[in-house]
């Protein structure tokens, strides 16, 4: 199962963009690139997934490296309720696939007021 | 639309018992994972049903089972509790292939 390197926490200021990075250099050609994030007591939340093109939705954008190694996840005004744990997964598209997401530690977002 | 749901949210259990855990999937939704997630860590995939059958397993020892029923909903059953298996259990729904998994809040299990 290809692997995902995040840094284990940032932080950022109320109503400031946030760039949480992700790389993952051993990514397969079927891999999707998903995100996810958990907030305290509660079950993760999808927050975004692409392939090779950004991705933008209502949540935030995903930018995509060309050599698709890495990925940003871009929350363009983050708000207090945006501190969570962050995580970065890849997911395998095919009959092969078992469904299987593989939660790494995840990146800790703290926002300041 | 109703999402994921999970029963119980809280249990406690001693040692040595057995437990069962619930979940309902979003309408529509055919597949099933389960996940544990112990405190301070990211989930640990455990397993996943699509259509009544079991598609992956995770490292977990056999006194873990699962199963899905005609209605797509589905049970985790731990046999012989051990204190270890104290952890918030998660069960995620989806659409084969597609998207993303939409995660139920969880059952909190406390082995005493």
């Known amino acids: 199962d290809a692997k995902t390197t995040q840094p284990n926490s940032m932080e950022s200021n109320e109503e400031e963009p946030v760039h949480l990075p992700c790389n993952h250099s051993?990514?397969?050609?079927?891999?999707?690139i998903h995100w996810y994030r958990q907030l305290p007591s509660q079950g993760p939340e999808y927050v975004i997934h692409g392939l090779t093109s950004n991705v933008n939705n209502r949540m935030a954008s995903l930018a995509i490296a060309e050599d698709r190694k890495s990925s940003t996840l871009i929350l363009h005004r983050a708000t207090l309720r945006d501190a969570a744990v962050y995580y970065c997964i890849l997911r395998s598209r095919g009959s092969g696939n078992t469904g299987k997401l593989i939660f790494g530690q995840g990146t800790t977002l703290q926002v300041k007021p | 639309d109703a999402g994921v749901t999970q029963s119980p949210t809280h249990l406690i259990k001693t040692r040595g018992q057995h437990v069962t855990l619930r979940c309902s999937p979003i309408?529509?939704?055919?597949?099933v994972s389960w996940y544990q997630q112990v405190l301070g860590q990211g989930p640990q995939f455990i397993f996943q049903?699509?259509?009544?059958?079991?598609?992956g397993r995770g490292n977990f020892p056999d006194r873990f089972s699962a199963r899905q029923f005609p209605n797509y909903s589905s049970e985790l059953n731990v046999n012989a509790l051990l204190l270890g298996d104290s952890a918030l259990y998660l069960c995620a729904s989806s659409l084969r292939d597609i998207g993303g998994y939409t995660f139920g809040s969880g059952t909190r299990l406390t082995v005493v």
């Open positions: 051993t990514i397969s050609g079927t891999d999707y």
């Open positions: 049903y699509y259509e009544k059958e079991e598609r």
């Open positions: 309408s529509g939704h055919k597949s």
